[in-house]
């Protein structure tokens, strides 16, 4: 079953808002303010000029969970153990 995709927020802006400011707000992030610009170009022409009493469309945004480099590899590598971890250690102990 599909899940619906979310809903898009509003935000009117305030004076000393920036679209930087907006998306830290909604986002966490700061340098999402391209998705906010894109989302409202049929209002805005340039990111630097927004005005107060602006509504502006905030799409939804998730960030993407992050795979480790290893984890995508096709040959199933993953990066031997230093030397020094406890499981070589002890080997060594018991070889003595």
């Known amino acids: 079953m599909e899940q619906p995709e979310p809903e898009a927020?509003?935000?009117?802006?305030?004076?000393?808002?920036?679209?930087?400011?907006?998306?830290?707000?909604?986002?966490?992030n700061a340098s999402k303010y391209p998705l906010i610009f894109k989302a409202n170009q049929p209002i805005l022409k340039d990111p630097?000029?927004?005005?107060?009493?602006?509504?502006l469309r905030i799409p939804p945004w998730s960030p993407k969970p992050k795979t480790p480099w290893f984890a995508s590899d096709s040959l199933g590598y993953r990066p031997r153990p230093r030397e020094?971890?406890?499981?070589?250690?002890s080997r060594l102990n018991q070889s003595t």
Request: hydrophobic share 25%; aromatic share 8%; glycine share 12%.
């Open 9 to 28: 927020a509003f935000s009117t802006l305030q004076g000393g808002d920036t679209l930087s400011k907006i998306a830290g707000k909604h986002y966490g």
């Open 48 to 55: 630097d000029k927004i005005y107060p009493a602006q509504k």
């Open 84 to 89: 020094d971890t406890p499981h070589k250690l």
